[in-house]
């Protein structure tokens, strides 16, 4: 199973919204909504803040969205904010019952 | 408090194995899966399986079934990976992580940071 393809970066000003993609095929992202987004601080553990495409966890700022189309799901984060520069992963459910993370993207806030 | 505790630093010979722990609290343990996560330095993050807390059973990625094993003690409450035949491209930080419903990983350990040289 290969790794998913996001962009390497992404940069927007405060205030900003960005979208970060995620890209895999129809055994991965295509084929489930099981679609999940990981947010990581330098030297820290990941963190879930979407999940099931869509879905936020109790906690997470209502900033962070997610949707998906066709092979492609997509990470919305609006008002960016200075807190939100860290690394984004994506990871998909996958036809062989496992989980396949995306390549990862580092936002930085300008 | 629902956390996952994982074992200290290790640092080892090309060759060799290792176990790093996982150990759980704050929740029902059968409720959950476990997955294991790696992360070589300034690298991405890389799936490496998971294991269920019912009845033992793994399912590991393609790139580890020859080297990694999943285990789990329910009376401790404690998961465990063994890598067999360490690397140096082994070198990485290594999470455990709880599943929700084979799907998402909501809790993360600290990370154990393996060094092969």
């Known amino acids: 199973q290969s790794a998913l393809t996001q962009p390497a970066s992404v940069s927007g000003s405060p205030g900003q919204s960005i979208t970060i993609f995620c890209t895999g095929t129809?055994?991965?992202?295509?084929?489930?909504?099981?679609v999940s987004w990981y947010q990581q601080h330098p030297g820290k553990a990941p963190k879930v803040v979407i999940y099931?495409?869509?879905k936020r966890p109790s906690g997470i700022s209502n900033r962070f969205s997610g949707s998906k189309s066709g092979h492609t799901a997509s990470l919305i984060i609006s008002g960016l904010r200075a807190e939100d520069e860290a690394d984004y992963y994506c990871?998909?459910?996958?036809?062989?019952?496992?989980?396949?993370f995306g390549t990862g993207t580092k936002v930085t806030v300008l | 408090q629902a956390q996952l505790v994982q074992s200290g630093a290790e640092v080892t010979k090309p060759g060799a194995s290792l176990k790093v722990s996982c150990k759980t609290s704050?929740?029902?343990?059968?409720?959950?899966?476990i997955s294991w996560v790696r992360q070589a330095p300034g690298q991405g993050l890389e799936w490496m399986g998971w294991i269920s807390t019912h009845n033992g059973q793994t399912n590991p990625a393609q790139k580890f079934q020859d080297r990694v094993s999943m285990t789990i003690d329910t009376t401790t409450t404690t998961a465990y990976m063994d890598v067999r035949s360490l690397r140096p491209d082994d070198t990485a930080f290594y999470y455990c992580a709880r599943v929700v419903a084979w799907n998402y990983l909501d809790l993360w350990g600290q990370g154990t940071l393996v060094t092969v040289s």
């Open positions: 704050g929740y029902t343990f059968l409720d959950y899966g």
């Open positions: 990871t998909s459910y996958t036809i062989n019952s496992n989980i396949v």
């Open positions: 129809s055994t991965d992202v295509g084929g489930y909504n099981s």
């Open positions: 099931d495409v869509s």
